[in-house]
């Protein structure tokens, strides 16, 4: 895919690892819509950002909670935008909980946005690219934000390792059902930034021990992204950023 010619929805896009990938999309020439749900200032000052850097981009609001909440984002990134054939589900929630504390408010809240909403938006999506949307006559890419957890087990976040799992699994069922359209691929981080409010030593903790003695960046998550979507001889594939810590299995 020419990523110059294209138009990325990136959902959660304003903070942290989906900034990043904004970021190096728009360095790539790519147009983006910058999804936020709380955190309009970041939003908007991250568009103004990217037009500097000589591309289009617009802020979305919207709680990817709701079935309708992913519609409406979609819909105004196209309104918007004018038109999308990347999708970009980076917005996910995260909560500490094992199977004595989860609750089934805690497991469907972490359900709604980590796998129904990029399910949904998918959705919609591939309904938007088969339907020849003016302007994708390419087709288009969708990048789901997995997490390195998906390769082993952590019983600290059963709800939030469960979501990431079976997006992992919607991810390859999608990549057979939507091709040859439209890719479907998934990048898998490991401990890349502290939670809000904490130091980079809780990172460290998080990152346990890693085959390449490194922690890797929010822009090399989003080079594997940018990797993805310029290839379209890929699909329903699966790349971890996280210096080779999934091959140890078990979260420590």
């Not at 500097?52 to 990817?64: E, H, I, P, S, Y």
Request: positive net charge.
């Amino acid at each position: 895919m020419n990523l110059k010619m294209s138009t990325a929805l990136v959902t959660g896009g304003a903070v942290r690892i989906g900034r990043a990938i904004c970021e190096a999309l728009a360095d790539r020439g790519c147009s983006v819509v910058v999804h936020y749900n709380h955190s309009a200032a970041p939003a908007k000052a991250l568009c103004r950002d990217l037009e500097r850097r000589g591309v289009r981009a617009f802020a979305v609001q919207g709680d990817l909670g709701t079935g309708a909440g992913c519609e409406k984002v979609l819909r105004e990134a196209r309104r918007k935008a004018g038109t999308v054939n990347v999708l970009i589900n980076n917005a996910a929630v995260f909560h500490k909980d094992t199977i004595g504390s989860m609750t089934e408010a805690k497991l469907l809240s972490e359900l709604r946005v980590n796998l129904l909403a990029p399910m949904t938006l998918t959705q919609a999506f591939a309904q938007a690219i088969a339907a020849g949307e003016r302007g994708s006559p390419m087709g288009g890419k969708v990048i789901n934000l997995l997490d390195r957890r998906i390769a082993g087990n952590d019983p600290s976040c059963v709800p939030y390792l469960l979501s990431k799992k079976m997006l992992a699994e919607f991810t390859r069922s999608a990549a057979l059902e939507l091709a040859p359209r439209i890719t479907v691929n998934g990048v898998a981080p490991g401990a890349i930034l502290p939670p809000p409010g904490k130091g980079a030593g809780r990172v460290r903790d998080l990152a346990g021990q890693s085959p390449l003695k490194r922690r890797c960046t929010p822009a090399e998550v989003a080079a594997a992204v940018v990797f993805l979507l310029e290839s379209d001889a890929i699909t329903g594939q699966i790349v971890f950023v996280d210096g080779g810590q999934h091959l140890a299995g078990v979260v420590e």
